[in-house]
């Protein structure tokens, strides 16, 4: 079975621009959540949602934006992409999204460089 | 913001040997769950302990949690070079909160 798909692999903007990254869950998956990690630290949560509906938000600016799909893929935009937007953007995919024993799988993330 | 915090930052050790990473965090949880990470690639799940149990294993793995003083321990017994990763720990807080809140993590690099 395939596992969480992520599009693009890599990615290069520069400053101002926006970018759209795509995630496709682990078959039967219907909650997607998405993390950003810096160089040199432990990812950080930007996103839940669970039956196209948002559940969670991090600490993260108006310029991050995602949506889930009727299939449970979803999508994140960053728009007016700064320098500090670059990292690695991992999605995750789980059955619930909740509960003790709900186990997230990680796609093996989109590096994104802000020129 | 970071929850966890693993510890040691780095750690070295030659195949063969044990490694032990420490993790604390902050919050009350509802489980505690360890990754691996080769390379700035993606997460892999290794194992998740509820805040009800207190040891758990998994091959190699040996997994402790300690809900009284907020810590935990991931324990690789013989060691083999393909160990070489980054190892995270991360907390899910009680109440039902979705996000998965990660340590900083332990770069381990287990020599030939």
């Known amino acids: 079975d395939a596992g969480v798909t992520q599009s693009p692999t890599h990615l290069i903007k520069t400053r101002g621009q926006h970018v759209t990254l795509r995630c496709s869950p682990i078959?039967?998956?219907?909650?997607v959540s998405w993390y950003q990690q810096v160089l040199g630290q432990g990812p950080q949560f930007i996103f839940q949602?669970?039956?196209?509906?948002?559940?969670g938000r991090g600490n993260f600016p108006d310029r991050f934006s995602a949506r889930q799909f009727p299939n449970y893929s979803s999508e994140l935009n960053v728009n007016a992409l700064l320098l500090g937007d670059s990292a690695l953007y991992l999605c995750?995919?789980?059955?619930?999204?909740?509960?003790?024993?709900?186990?997230?799988?990680f796609g093996a993330g989109t590096r994104l460089s802000v020129l | 913001s970071q929850q966890g915090e693993e510890d040691p930052q780095a750690l070295s050790i030659q195949e063969g040997e044990n490694a032990t990473m420490n993790c604390s965090y902050k919050?009350?949880?509802?489980?505690l769950q360890w990754y691996r990470q080769n390379s700035g690639r993606g997460l892999v799940h290794l194992i998740l302990?509820?805040?009800?149990?207190r040891e758990k294993h998994s091959g190699r793995l040996r997994v402790t949690l300690d809900t009284s003083k907020k810590s935990s321990s991931l324990l690789i017994t013989a060691s083999r070079a393909a160990d070489t990763a980054s190892y995270f720990c991360?907390?899910?807080?009680?109440?039902?909160?979705?996000?998965?809140?990660f340590g900083k993590g332990t770069k381990l690099t287990v020599n030939p």
């Open positions: 919050t009350s949880i509802n489980n």
């Open positions: 995750a995919s789980s059955f619930l999204g909740t509960g003790v024993s709900d186990i997230q799988y």
């Open positions: 302990i509820r805040s009800n149990e």
């Open positions: 991360a907390t899910r807080a009680q109440g039902g909160s979705e996000k998965l809140v």
């Open positions: 949602y669970y039956e196209k509906e948002e559940r």
């Open positions: 078959s039967g998956h219907k909650s």
